[in-house]
């Protein structure tokens, strides 16, 4: 009994480290996307415009 379930110990890691040498592949091919995403640097004014709050958010 012992051979057997040390078999199917060294069964279970190899198909755990075959699936996460997988998954780190996909990983590493992903598309590379910027870790910080670019901010609006300049200042305020005094009241908000719409044209502030678009640089701010980004959406323009």
Request: net charge positive.
């Amino acid at each position: 009994a012992t051979p057997f379930i040390a078999g199917i110990a060294v069964a279970t890691v190899a198909l755990a480290g075959r699936y996460g040498v997988q998954a780190w592949q996909a990983f590493k091919a992903r598309p590379a996307t910027p870790r910080i995403r670019k901010f609006y640097g300049g200042g305020f004014e005094t009241t908000m415009t719409r044209r502030e709050a678009a640089l701010i958010l980004g959406v323009r």
